[in-house]
């Protein structure tokens, strides 16, 4: 892997992580839960990035989302 591949794997899947956990904060805060929980929700989030789906998309070329 180049240098120019890490570097945009690595940005891959900083932004699907914040996005899967500002979104998962975002929708446990509106269904409800306290800060503690949203937060819980949002690390739950996370750790469901789907890194198979990523990476295919990176291999096609595309911009994960």
Do not use: F, N, W
Request: with cysteine; proline share 3%; aromatic share 2%.
């Amino acid at each position: 892997m180049t240098p120019d591949e890490s570097r945009k794997l690595a940005e891959a899947v900083r932004d699907a992580c914040h996005k899967a956990a500002k979104q998962g904060y975002e929708e446990a805060a509106a269904g409800g839960l306290c800060h503690e929980g949203a937060v819980e929700a949002s690390l739950d989030a996370v750790r469901m990035v789907d890194i198979k789906a990523l990476l295919a998309s990176l291999a096609e070329g595309k911009k994960p989302g």
